[in-house]
């Protein structure tokens, strides 16, 4: 494994583009500081959780030699290597769980309560248009209404406070698990679709480098028992694979998911686009309707900039992530021919240590210099966007 392997992380925060002002540096490959102090418990816990796991793919990894290539009833190598990638997939999500993964939550569900808000607010200043000045028993008045108004116009006041504290405990939680950049620029990630993804694999990333450093240490203390230190080789080569996998499955993601979306978004724009474009020759039209018209038109143009803007930066994700899936590919194989070839304990732990520069580069960032935004509005849009493609 090289730097290349986790360039694709890079991709991953197109939108913090220097150009816009955003310059993230690259992390720190010092260890998380949640490793000490009372934290070692959360680390002691994703251990016990992960190595259940892993175990259980080792033994199914195992297994394979022995089973056909292929046969109709009962297993076979290619449904255990299904699942196997299920297995590790149960990996990935307890590896990417980290303190920015839940302030990540938090963020999301704080915001759609805000917007929530802002609609009821919206709601409440309609209905005052035509209350009476007072309220009876069957109706609300006014009085009433500036009540409601004025105790939800806290409640949302006190929810954007909150927000602004949690999404400044998400940026020191991101530079804690190793990222280095502005303040700005980590805030940036949260208005892309993939951010969850983002922040999942900055966390699984990190804790693979930690359990091949542990793994290093167990292999270390069992270097006279060669079935103890083989087993140690082998959680480490599925770390490589639970990497492939989550490479793999975010190509599918982006392949399958969000692009088609887009897609579909690009077409019903464009259609609205040529609906409009042919209202504009009705020579009918008052030349206030022309202006509702001509305003409307320029509005659907900057949706479809913003939409092609936004194919760019998940195909750019997408190409990178697949670069990867190679590399992580062709990694695990040496590790796998190893662990199964390989039969003195001294040899494996060689090669475990030959590889620790690779597991911190897993961790290395390199921003490309590509602008997704090149206005306010364009922002907007892209923002827009995403929500569009959550729901």
Do not use: H
């Amino acid at each position: 494994m090289t730097s290349r392997l986790c360039t694709f992380l890079a991709s991953l925060l197109l939108i913090c583009s220097p150009a816009y002002g955003w310059d993230l540096k690259l992390p720190s490959l010092s260890l998380p500081s949640w490793l000490t102090g009372s934290d070692s418990d959360r680390f002691s816990s994703l251990w016990d959780e992960a190595m259940g796991e892993l175990d259980d793919a080792l033994g199914r990894l195992d297994e394979a030699e022995y089973l056909p290539d292929e046969r109709l009833i009962g297993n076979d190598r290619s449904k255990n290597d299904r699942k196997i990638d299920s297995i590790l997939e149960e990996v990935v999500e307890i590896l990417g769980d980290s303190e920015a993964s839940n302030l990540r939550t938090e963020i999301m569900a704080l915001r759609e309560r805000i917007s929530s808000r802002r609609a009821k607010l919206a709601s409440l200043q309609e209905r005052r248009v035509s209350a009476p000045s007072e309220g009876g028993l069957l109706n609300r008045g006014k009085d009433d209404l500036d009540e409601t108004i004025e105790s939800e116009t806290k409640a949302m006041v006190s929810d954007e406070r909150t927000l602004a504290s949690l999404e400044d405990d998400f940026v020191s939680a991101m530079k804690k698990s190793g990222l280095n950049g502005s303040d700005e620029s980590i805030r940036g990630m949260l208005a892309g679709v993939t951010a969850d993804d983002i922040v999942a694999m900055q966390g699984v990333y990190l804790n693979v480098r930690l359990f091949a450093d542990k793994l290093t240490e167990l292999m270390e203390s069992a270097s006279d028992d060669i079935s103890v230190a083989k087993r140690y080789y082998g959680i480490y080569a599925l770390l490589i694979r639970t990497c492939l996998v989550m490479n793999e499955r975010f190509v599918e993601k982006i392949e399958n998911s969000y692009i088609p979306e887009l897609n579909d978004m690009e077409t019903s724009a464009e259609g609205l686009a040529a609906e409009m474009g042919a209202q504009m020759d009705d020579p009918s039209l008052t030349s206030s309707q022309r202006a509702l018209l001509r305003s409307n038109l320029d509005s659907t143009a900057i949706t479809l900039r913003a939409i092609e803007a936004y194919r760019g930066y998940l195909e750019e994700q997408r190409d990178f992530a697949l670069k990867n899936v190679d590399a992580f590919g062709r990694d695990y194989g040496v590790a796998y021919n190893a662990y199964r070839t390989m039969r003195l304990a001294r040899g494996l732990l060689d090669l475990v240590k030959a590889n620790r520069k690779d597991f911190d580069a897993l961790a290395s960032l390199e921003i490309p210099d590509v602008v997704v935004f090149s206005n306010d509005r364009l922002k907007k849009e892209f923002i827009a966007i995403t929500e569009g493609l959550k729901k």
